[in-house]
């Protein structure tokens, strides 16, 4: 099982990033799927999530109406696109899988968010 995590960067504030986050090694297209972020020093919280058939989305109130969440099935892959990005955006961003009592997570990427 692996979910890899690429896009992440710097940028500055208003600009935007787009995460991306390959799934392999189990049925993609069953499980919910989760983007959190860890800021130094904070407990991880949950950003976004999305239905395994891509229709419902949910979003932490802090990035409501700037963040995507989207995925491609047909392609195993799960999308944050992050826009109008603010300094305390800045995290490590992380995918996560989960399903019933199986539940699988990336290795992270950095977000900074910086003049």
């Known amino acids: 099982v692996q979910l890899v995590e690429s896009g992440g960067g710097l940028v500055q504030p208003g600009g935007s990033l787009r995460l991306s986050c390959a799934a392999s090694g189990f049925t993609f297209s069953r499980y919910f799927m989760r983007w959190f972020r860890q800021a130094p020093g904070k407990e991880r919280e949950l950003v976004a999530h999305?239905?395994?058939?891509?229709?419902?989305?949910n979003y932490a109130d802090s990035v409501k109406g700037r963040f995507i969440i989207s995925r491609d099935n047909a392609k195993n892959t799960v999308y944050l696109q992050m826009n109008s990005l603010k300094p305390e955006d800045t995290a490590v961003y992380f995918c996560n899988a989960l399903f019933g009592t199986w539940n699988y997570w990336g290795q992270g990427t950095q977000v900074t968010v910086s003049p």
């Open positions: 999305i239905a395994n058939a891509g229709g419902s989305t």
